[in-house]
Structure formats: structure tokens, C-alpha cells
């Protein structure tokens, strides 16, 4: 009964201490960003014609994406301090003579790590992107002057549909959502001949099908041609495309929400684009926020060190480095799933799993 009292005092000391030190450590990091970056930022900004509105707006917005890109250093360094403390008051020392294991004391922390972890996935859902958005926005059109981004009207569209058709549109408006000069060739590839080719003038979409207008079907057997017909206007299903297929998004993928960057990957690989960078992009969407729980394993075994200050130094220059080292992986990895020299799942997984692996050896290496 005692015990468990004591694990419950435990476990509320050390998780008030971490969210302490991690939120003095993440107001630390935000002051600094912002005035490095106002120094670096701000004179391009004003000679852009900037209000002072317009700038507190483009600052606030670039705040949510610093969160999510320095969390994994701000739990690495609230680890550090708070562990060294423990280790420098003999404190680890007292629970271990209480009879508690460090590594069950510091429990709480993985359950810390893994809301974190989920905490900076759903901020980067949903706040983020909105965020990206709006700070473009200012930037580009209210700061610079330029014309939004119009992604509706696109021209000389090449189309892969799911049952061998191969399309090519002249022009697409989707305002309209018409389609002008339509052609479209189904082949056989077994015997590598067309099957079918079908023309048309135009189409409209009525909200479930198209209707098309001077149109030509022409099917083929054995090279030659074996049926014709023509239709001035039919709503005959035809097209296997949507008005949605054919409207690209030019945002970054930090303006898109993961199932935003999903359903534009399926576009993508059905006009013929190559989606790797954005199928890393959408990996690391869930993989990079575990990068919270994972630096955990590597700062608790500095709890568990009896060595002087000087030694608990060099331990905690370590952790630095394998973080360090984890951040320029991730971005190698990231650079080479782009380029899809690797398998861009892997990409952007493969160092989560490493450095997971490495992290456990870690925490098995800790003294008890």
C-alpha cells in the first residue's frame, strides 16, 4: 500500500517537472525563432510594403509549424535537464533505495511522449496547414501583390483511367466543368492493338455523368476497323474521370491535411505524375511526430548515471548528437524518397525503426 502511494507521488512529481521544463524550453525556442527570424525577415517584408498587421499576422503563422518542427528537440533537452537534476541531487539514487526501478519512475514520461506525439499529429492535421495557408496568402497576394493561384483552368491534360484508356483533353474548365477537344484510346496490351477510339468535341458534367457532344466511337479488331458511330450530343458513360481529377493543388503539402495530400496522390498517379515526394511527405505526416516518443529512450539513462557532473556532460552531449544525427537521417531519407532512390514508404519510416532499435539498447544499457 505504501508503495503504491509512493509510485502515485512519483509519478505526479515527474510528470509536473517534465511539463514544466518543456514548456519553459518551448517559450525559450520561440523567442529566439522569432527574433532571429525578424531580424533576417523583417526588412524584406517592409520593403514588400508590409503593414504592421500584415507582418504580426505572417509571424503568428509560421508558429504552429515551428512547434511541430522543433517538439522532438524540446522534449530531447527537457529530458536532459530534468534528468540531469535528478542524477546531480541524488535523487534517482532515492528512488532506487525506495525500492523503485528508475526505468518504472520514469514511466509517466513514454505516456508523456506518446500524447505529445499524438498532440503534435493532430496539430499538424489541423492547425498547420491552415496556418501554411494563411501565411502564404498574406505573404503572396496581400504582402507581394500577386494573383492568387488559379488551379481550375488547366490545358493539355494526359490521363491514365483504370481499365487501359489512355486520355488526352485539350482543355479543362472547371468553373464550367466542361472538357474541350476529348480523345480517347483503349488498347489491348495482350495483343499490344487498340480496341477502341473515341472522339469528342466537348462535354459537360451534369453533377453525375457527362454529356458529351460530336461524338465519334470507333472500334477495332485485328487492326481494322469494325464499328462507327457518331453522336451529336449522348450521355453515355464514357469518361472514367471526375472534374475533380483534373484540379491540381499548387499548395505545399504543409497546406494539406493528410486526407487532402491522400486524394491528391490519387490524382496525381492518375494523370501520369510521379507521387513520390508526396507520398513521403504523407508518411511523415505520421512518422515525424512519433519522433517525440522515441528520444525519449535516449536521455533516461542519464537518471540512472552515478557518474560526476563532467561524465553526465559528455552523456548529455551524446544524446545531442544521436538526436542530431536522427534530424539529418530523417532529411537524407526524406531527399532520397523525393527522388524515389529509395521506396518513399521507407523513406520516411526507416528512421523511426532504426533509431528505435538504437534507443532500446539504450534503455536496456540503463542501470537499475
Known sequence: ????????????????????????????????????????????????????????????????Y????????????????MMGALSKHNESIAIRAAGISIKRAMLPLFGIGLIISIGIALFGEYVVPWAETTKNYVYNVQIKGQQADDQMLKARIHYQGKANDFYYFGFFDGYKNNLKIIDLTRIDFKTKQITEHIT?????WNGSRWILRDCDIRRFANGKQVFMVHYPQTDLVILDVQPQDFIRISQKTLSLNF?????????????GDNPAREIVD????????????????????IATSNIRSKGRGWIIMLGLVVCFTYLIVVRVCQSLGYNS??????????PNLFFTILGLGFLYKAEI
Open 282 to 301: 504523407l508518411n511523415m505526416k505520421i512518422s515525424f511526430p512519433l519522433t517525440n516518443l522515441i528520444v525519449i529512450f535516449f536521455f533516461i539513462p
Open 259 to 271: 486526407w487532402q495530400l491522400r486524394e491528391y496522390i490519387g490524382r496525381m498517379k492518375k494523370l
Open 66 to 81: 515551428l512547434l511541430v518542427l522543433t517538439s522532438p528537440v524540446t522534449v530531447l533537452l527537457t529530458g536532459f535537464f
Open 1 to 64: 500500500m505504501r508503495l503504491c502511494t509512493k509510485m502515485k507521488i512519483l509519478d505526479k512529481y515527474i510528470t509536473r517537472e517534465f511539463l514544466r521544463t518543456y514548456l519553459i524550453i518551448f517559450l525559450s525556442f520561440v523567442a529566439i525563432f522569432i527574433v532571429i527570424d525578424v531580424i533576417d525577415n523583417l526588412p524584406r517584408l517592409i520593403r514588400n510594403g508590409a503593414t504592421a498587421q500584415q507582418a504580426t499576422i505572417y509571424y503568428l503563422m509560421r508558429l504552429p
Open 341 to 350: 532512390i529509395i521506396n518513399p514508404f521507407w523513406a520516411a519510416w526507416f
Open 200 to 204: 469528342a468535341a466537348s462535354a459537360d
